[in-house]
């Protein structure tokens, strides 16, 4: 019992001694982490600055905008095929509005059974109600690269074949190609980072004529 008395005493001015080494030390990695947290946040801040984008950034935000264009077809075709389930339809949906700089933006698209051009925005086109047939875009390339607007940011233009293909009676399908001009956009995005907000820059589709 006093071998347990000693240990216990000598443990508590050991604490007592040594508590204040242990509060700087604590001090010390707790102030190492911030700086290493604030130098990371600030590297972060200056590659988003939006005049550090190089003509490789550039290219590259392009190719996503491209990219972007040949997603839409694939989302437009589950979102008009009536016999997927509802879940999926509404996912693409979900998807299709998030991929636009707006629900105002319009597209020119040709519907089922119609051989004229036909408007729509994009949020009437999400609801599902407008019937569509199967869609392709095709030869997707830049027309006119991002280039700074009067606003700061970058806008710029794709061109691409619109394939529409669609059952007809007595025949097994028909369709009909046209060449589309998409714009799209390059903005500024919040990010949350921590207790900081950042900004990045994310690649909008616009108008489709």
Request: proline share 2%; aromatic share 6%.
């Amino acid at each position: 019992m006093k071998r347990l008395l000693k240990i216990a005493t000598l443990l508590l001015l050991y604490c007592l001694t040594t508590a204040k080494s242990c509060t700087n030390s604590e001090d010390n990695l707790a102030a190492r982490q911030q700086f290493v947290v604030t130098a990371t946040r600030d590297s972060i801040r200056k590659a988003l600055e939006p005049d550090t984008l190089s003509a490789e950034a550039l290219a590259a935000f392009e190719e996503s905008a491209r990219r972007k264009v040949l997603d839409l077809a694939d989302y437009l075709n589950i979102l008009s095929d009536t016999t997927l389930d509802k879940t999926f339809r509404k996912k693409a949906a979900g998807m299709i509005r998030g991929m636009f700089i707006s629900d105002t933006v319009v597209l020119a698209i040709n519907p089922p059974a119609m051989h004229r051009m036909k408007e729509e925005t994009v949020g009437r086109l999400v609801t599902g109600e407008t019937a569509f047939c199967h869609v392709e875009f095709d030869s997707v390339k830049v027309s006119r690269p991002l280039h700074k607007t009067g606003s700061g940011q970058y806008s710029g233009m794709l061109s691409s074949l619109f394939i529409t293909q669609q059952d007809s009676p007595g025949t097994s399908k028909s369709g009909s190609d046209q060449v589309k001009s998409i714009e799209f956009n390059l903005v500024v995005h919040q990010t949350i980072l921590g207790r900081d907000t950042l900004y990045a820059w994310k690649v909008l589709l616009g108008h489709i004529h």
